[in-house]
């Protein structure tokens, strides 16, 4: 027995010293194996990157939400009188349902099926993802057994329905491992996909079978990389302005569809972009209609918009003489016959510029007959259209100009049959309000790595061609000019108070579904207005079109076309604090460079020539200024000069909110800007010495909030009583 025993403890003992020295176990690696059990791996989750506006504002976000998980297996529950997995599937099921989109049979169903195939948990799809917090308090209030959240990203818009078509929206699709991930499924966050997708990261670290972290273990971080930013150059604003328009009009009139574009002919930037119907990025309630950008991706016949670019044509082309008489009316071209509007009745013998300013069909025909169609198709090519623009935004349509017949390129010269899209009418219109350069348009103004900091894109301003030299352009702002505040011009709803519109307003006739002729009578045309303003020096560009919008025969169809150009239009030059009785003069000298000079000397030299300086610091040694030196300013606009030193207040009464930005990132105050539009209020008093973290609360009113409040509205009231 001693010499059995003796020798299966040899055999042991020599078992344990190769095991020892070698570390194996029939070709394994312990060492790996216990690294294997032991080892646990915890996903870092990356944020999706957001959408901005110009001014940084937040438009679409990543934001916490949560899971729903009910625990199944029994196995769970160490304490019987602590259940941890679900006790009651019937009661789970009927709580569940007051709080997710699932009836309660359907829940209940799920909770058998991983019971009757023994899974350690189920989940409900779709209904139990996304989850808020507060539906997840409150579902937690009835402490129901195994239901538990593992909380998660989901993409938030903030904004509703805000710019819908061209944002788009992003879901979580199921991967092959089981895995959700965020993917965008239209517009800016399909396109932008792969910039916005964010990089997961992982924690490493060796814990025992109870999850605990092991002594003397080390954690691996390898840290999570966001998706980038896209900043876009749309003006949060001026969309709002936009947005809350055609809302309201839609209510009002019912159109079929609208669209609707505001940018920066100076540049080619995007400032606003909407249509209707539109729906909300979150419920997705209102996309079945269409899942178009209407303003890139579809094209319409433009109606008489399109005579801005034949009378530009026609000045270049020196084929303009405004006292050109002609009969109006009607116009035979071989078979063909071109009536004007009022059912070719016309007006007479009138002048050219007198058809141009009530958009006379025949006035294009007679003109055509002095410069020839083929100039006309000519023109409209500089112009781009029949073109893409090469905005930053997918699946954008070229249009086509029809020129094959003289009739063909008459029609087209006055907008009809042939098709453009809203964005070429919009880049077409940059070389007539920009002095003969034609901008390209963009949306897309940057985009930044969040984790670095860095750009990795930027978009700058283009220019697409000189179609007319700066001289045209002028003489066309002025004969459109004369369309809104002539007599029997056609635009004359387009005045406004303070600023002189120059556009051309446009009806076009809506092609049959059968592809044979167009419809006919009450409202079903497609009513427009492609306009700028200030008229002598635009400072913004806007197209409108609305079509077959429900109301009387005897309203004209630029009712509720004015009605969105106008209050965006003026509400945004406001905004953008374009003054209306100086519009005339934004030129004054150009500001130097004052970086290094005393900032009280400059600044009573500003106060001299009609601007007003702003001091961000105690004074003496100017170390920046806003605007930058040799950009031109207009009188009473706002100079900052940027100097040493606690900050003395000033009164930030009727700032906009871009001063308001400009003014936070120069001093570097604690300042909170709540609202949007002009000053209201600030709470701390103006000439405080701000030397501590405190934060400066400044509150700010759209002109709409400011017309419609009681103060306002005393003040109207006043204002129409009797006066002796």
Excluded at 215 to 232: F, T, V
Excluded at 334 to 342: A, K
Excluded at 521 to 549: E, R, T
Excluded at 633 to 662: A, E, H, Q
Aim: proline share 5%; hydrophobic share 35%.
């Amino acid at each position: 027995m001693l010499l059995v025993y003796g020798g299966l403890f040899l055999v042991l003992f020599c078992r344990f010293f190769y095991i020892q020295s070698t570390g194996e176990v029939k070709g394994y690696s312990l060492q790996a194996e216990a690294a294997n059990k032991y080892a646990r791996e915890t996903v870092l989750a990356a944020d999706r990157g957001r959408i901005l506006d110009r001014n940084s504002n937040v438009i679409v976000e990543d934001t916490l939400s949560y899971r729903l998980i009910a625990v199944m297996s029994e196995e769970a529950t160490k304490d019987k009188e602590n259940p941890r997995h679900v006790v009651d599937p019937a009661e789970t099921a009927k709580v569940l349902s007051q709080y997710i989109e699932l009836d309660e049979e359907k829940i209940y169903e799920q909770l058998m099926v991983g019971v009757e195939k023994d899974r350690y948990q189920v989940e409900f799809g779709v209904a139990g993802r996304s989850i808020s917090h507060e539906v997840k308090a409150a579902i937690e209030e009835h402490d129901l057994p195994g239901i538990n959240f593992a909380s998660e990203k989901k993409r938030y818009y903030p904004n509703g329905s805000f710019a819908s078509h061209l944002i788009g929206y992003a879901t979580k699709d199921e991967q092959k491992d089981g895995s959700y991930k965020t993917v965008g499924k239209m517009g800016l966050e399909l396109t932008y996909n792969k910039e916005l997708t964010g990089k997961n990261g992982k924690v490493e670290y060796e814990s025992d079978r109870f999850g605990y972290l092991l002594s003397n273990s080390e954690k691996m971080i390898q840290p999570a990389q966001d998706g980038n930013d896209i900043y876009l150059t749309i003006d949060k604003t001026i969309q709002n302005f936009l947005d809350e328009a055609m809302t309201r009009v839609d209510k009002e009139y019912g159109a079929e569809s609208m669209v609707a574009v505001v940018a920066d002919p100076k540049t080619g930037e995007i400032l606003a972009m909407s249509q209707r119907p539109t729906f909300d990025p979150d419920d997705r309630i209102g996309l079945e209609t269409n899942w178009y950008n209407d303003v890139v991706e579809n094209v319409l016949e433009p109606g008489s918009t399109m005579k801005t670019f034949t009378l530009a044509a026609a000045i270049e082309t020196g084929n303009w003489d405004p006292n050109t008489p002609y009969q109006s009316g009607r116009y035979k071209l071989y078979d063909n016959v071109v009536s004007d509007y009022n059912e070719g009745r016309g007006w007479g013998t009138i002048t050219f510029l007198q058809g141009i300013q009530r958009s006379s069909n025949t006035m294009i025909a007679n003109l055509l007959e002095i410069m020839g169609g083929d100039t006309v198709i000519e023109y409209f090519d500089k112009f781009g259209f029949g073109h893409k623009t090469g905005i930053n935004l997918p699946n954008e349509a070229s249009g086509t100009i029809v020129s094959k017949q003289p009739f063909d390129r008459l029609t087209s010269a006055f907008g009809q049959n042939s098709t453009v899209t809203p964005i070429q009418l919009i880049q077409a219109m940059t070389a007539i309000a920009n002095d003969g350069e034609m901008m390209q348009p963009y949306v897309i103004d940057k985009i930044v790595d969040p984790n670095t900091g860095k750009t990795v894109q930027n978009t700058e301003p283009k220019v697409k061609g000189n179609p007319i030299s700066a001289e045209t352009a002028k003489r066309v702002r002025e004969i459109l000019a004369t369309t809104v505040t002539a007599e029997k011009g056609t635009a004359k709803p387009f005045q406004m108070d303070g600023y002189e519109v120059s556009g051309k307003t446009g009806t076009a006739q809506i092609p049959r579904k059968t592809g044979t002729g167009y419809l006919k009578g009450g409202h079903n045309y497609i009513y427009s207005f492609l306009g700028m303003a200030p008229a002598d020096d635009p400072q913004l560009i806007m197209y409108v079109a609305v079509k077959k919008p429900q109301m009387s025969n005897s309203i004209p169809g630029s009712e509720p076309v004015s009605k969105i150009f106008n209050s965006v239009m003026q509400n945004s030059l406001k905004y953008l604090n374009i003054d209306p009785e100086d519009t005339a003069q934004v030129a004054m000298d150009k500001i130097p460079n004052v970086v290094g000079k005393s900032a009280e000397d400059i600044a009573l030299e500003l106060t001299n020539k009609g601007v007003k300086p702003v001091i961000i610091g105690e004074g003496g040694e100017i170390k920046e200024q806003y605007p930058k030196a040799n950009l031109s300013i207009m009188k009473d606009s706002i100079v900052f000069l940027k100097t040493d030193g606690p900050s003395l207040l000033p009164s930030f009464k009727g700032w906009s909110l871009r001063n308001m930005l400009v003014y936070k990132a120069l001093s570097q105050l604690p300042i909170e800007i709540v609202g949007e539009g002009f000053v209201e209020s600030q709470s701390v008093s103006e000439n405080t010495v701000i030397t501590d973290s405190s934060p400066i609360v400044v509150k700010l009113k759209t002109p709409k909030d400011f017309l419609t409040s009681p103060q306002a509205a005393e003040e109207e009231q006043e204002e129409q009583l009797p006066q002796d």
